[in-house]
Antibody, heavy 121, light 109 residues
Framework: QVQLVESGGGVVQPGGSLRLSCAAS????????MHWVRQAPGKGLEWVAF????????YYADSVKGRFTISRDNSKNTLYLQMNSLRAEDTAVYYC??????????????WGQGTMVTVSS | EIVLTQSPGTLSLSPGERATLSCRAS???????LAWYQQKPGQAPRLLIY???SRATGIPDRFSGSGSGTDFTLTISRLEPEDFAVYYC??????????FGPGTKVDIK
């Protein structure tokens, strides 16, 4: 079945780095845009980053621009989020979500279960 | 960037009652690229409605969406016990922004 599974979360000190992964299965990963969305404890959803199906375009929320990098390996059906210069306010559950087919704007119909990132000394 | 406002913040209702949730955008949402998600504690969000009024796969017909431009509504015709959750609207038609609203919590009265 269609599935997204995140991994790589954990506890990291302020200023540190972490790389999240999202393994996709059950659909043609290389044909879909992909997103990262996060949710701080007790808070709402915040869109973080998007990558085009072929990796040629990437967009970021202002809150993470210059610190986070989204990437993908279509040969491995895997999405990544490299997070550098982490701050306490980056503490959140991070979800990957499936976007639209090719360049079509679509709602996020498939979500992973999320991985927790805690930034604390 | 399009900012979404949801009201009310909390809606207290009883099972069987009708729920009406509002989502207002700071500027027109192109081609009704407006979605609604449901999230229960400890779970990932689930897509309910896309394109302002189309139900996602497997979503019961007691959920309906309407609206265009800057004003959108999610209606749950008769609340079932499993419907008590937080609901988020999202616009996805103005790349690179894919903003979410702050959410409406529907809890049991």
């Amino acid at each position: 079945q269609v599935q997204l599974v995140e991994s790589g979360g954990g506890v990291v000190q302020p200023g540190g780095s972490l790389r999240l992964s999202c393994a996709a299965s059950g659909f043609t990963f290389s044909s879909y845009g992909m997103h990262w969305v996060r949710q701080a404890p007790g808070k709402g959803l915040e869109w973080v980053a998007f990558i085009r199906y072929d990796g040629s375009n990437k967009y970021y929320a202002d809150s993470v621009k210059g610190r986070f990098t989204i990437s993908r390996d279509n040969s491995k059906n895997t999405l990544y989020l490299q997070m550098n210069s982490l701050r306490a306010e980056d503490t959140a559950v991070y979800y990957c979500a499936k976007g639209g087919l090719m360049d079509v704007e679509e709602a996020f119909d498939i979500w992973g279960q999320g991985t927790m990132v805690t930034v604390s000394s | 960037e399009i900012v979404l406002t949801q009201s009310p913040g909390t809606l207290s209702l009883s099972p069987g009652e009708r729920a009406t949730l509002s989502c207002r955008a700071s500027q027109s949402v192109s081609s009704s690229y407006l979605a609604w998600y449901q999230q229960k504690p400890g779970q990932a969000p689930r897509l309910l409605i896309y394109g302002a009024s189309s139900r996602a796969t497997g979503i019961p017909d007691r959920f309906s969406g309407s609206g265009s431009g800057t004003d959108f509504t999610l209606t749950i015709s008769r609340l079932e016990p499993e419907d008590f959750a937080v609901y988020y609207c999202q616009q996805y038609g103005s790349s690179p922004g894919f903003t979410f609203g702050p959410g409406t919590k529907v809890d049991i009265k």
